[in-house]
């Protein structure tokens, strides 16, 4: 998760026709280090605004548990406790942090929620950056390996073996966070809504009967521009990019995405877009396909069902798992 600074909206809603319709609400608020945009359909001023306050009231309640940033926070008590002690945290970690470890196993590793030493040696939230040197990336990278870390969801803890190690949740937590907002959207009796943090995104229902909501993939070298877009009625979609944090140096682009393998930025994709049943999914899958890069990354989300991709490769060229041929409006293919 990230703090306070410069965010560009990945994902961007576009809206169906010119105008909207009058039963459209829409309410945009800076949660979780981003910018959190909830739409609700087909509710009255009044309904809409209490179920979208209590779905940001969510979000927030999650980030101050999940952040990566307090010492107080469940992250923050089990960093602290690295390599000493087990810790007892609350179930919401629990399903993160499980889901995020059967997703390092299924990735081989190429996601890892254990990547806090070589995300805060990259420092991607400070201004001039610069590269680590050789020897910090490596002494970083021994300390990165989500097999180090043990959630025993009976007894509700977890424990990092080694002091040093860090677990950062910034390629999942948004995602989980726009489930839990969906699902508080709708306990509040909505049934059609979008929520989206940052590129994670979530549609509750259609937009209107028979209308899919839309949702625009950011183009990875054309800020502003959208790549294609796709339609989705209950699903999720989030896109991972390495135009969102990086710095230049040298001609060569530095960004927040790090494969653990080699404790440097992933350099196989330009931006991955996972379609999924739920957006803790979509955004851990995101972030797993970018590192793998396009073969590796369309062979893994094949492996879950109803999961579907496109990536961008480093040389620009967009690759689709076989279920979304034909279904990226405005894609050249
Ligand atoms: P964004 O945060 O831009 O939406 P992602 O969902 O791909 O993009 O998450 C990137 C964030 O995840 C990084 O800022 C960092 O906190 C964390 N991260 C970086 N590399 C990895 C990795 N290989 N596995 C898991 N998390 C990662
Ligand atoms: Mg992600």
Same mark, same amino acid.
């Given at each position: 998760m990230r703090k306070a600074g410069i965010v560009l909206i990945i994902v961007f809603l576009v809206a169906a026709g010119c105008r909207e319709s009058s039963d459209i609400h829409r309410r945009t608020q800076?949660?979780?280090?981003t910018v959190v945009t909830i739409t609700v359909a087909g509710l009255a001023d009044e309904d809409a605004n209490r179920a979208m306050s209590a779905a940001f009231e969510e979000i927030r309640r999650l980030e101050g548990v999940l952040t990566f940033f307090s010492e107080d926070s469940d992250l923050g008590r089990i960093n602290a406790a690295a390599g000493a002690r087990e810790v007892l945290v609350s179930a919401e970690t629990i399903e993160v942090l499980a889901e995020a470890l059967r997703i390092s196993d299924r990735s081989g590793g190429a996601f890892d929620p254990t990547i806090g030493p070589l995300v805060s040696l990259w420092g991607f939230e400070v201004k001039d950056r610069f590269v680590p040197p050789k020897e910090e990336i490596e002494r970083a990278r021994t300390l990165v390996n989500w097999r180090n870390m043990s959630v025993d969801p009976n007894l509700r803890t977890v424990r990092? =073996?080694? @002091? &040093?190690m860090k677990v950062d949740l910034g390629g999942i937590a948004k995602g989980? #966070? #726009?489930d839990r907002a969906a699902e508080t959207l709708r306990r509040h009796g909505v049934s059609s809504a979008l929520v989206a943090v940052a590129g994670d995104i979530r549609a509750l229902g259609e937009k209107a009967p028979g209308v899919a909501w839309h949702v625009g993939i950011q183009h990875p070298r054309e800020p502003g521009a959208v790549l294609g877009s796709l339609r989705i009625a209950d699903r999720s979609v989030s896109t991972s990019g390495d135009y969102e944090r990086y710095f230049i140096k040298d001609g060569i682009r530095y960004h927040h995405i790090l494969d653990p393998a080699t404790g440097r930025p992933a350099a196989a994709s330009r931006s991955a877009t996972v379609l999924a049943p739920t957006t803790i999914l979509s955004d851990a899958l995101s972030t797993a396909a970018f590192v793998l890069g396009p073969e590796k990354g369309i062979g893994l989300v094949q492996s879950f069902? &109803?999961? =579907? #991709?496109?990536?961008?490769d480093r040389e620009g060229r967009v690759h689709v798992t076989p279920g979304l041929a034909g @279904?990226? =409006?405005g894609l050249a293919s």
């Open positions: 800076y949660l979780m280090g990092l =073996e080694r @002091k &040093g989980y #966070a #726009a069902p &109803g999961v =579907e #991709a496109v990536i961008v @279904k990226v =409006e």
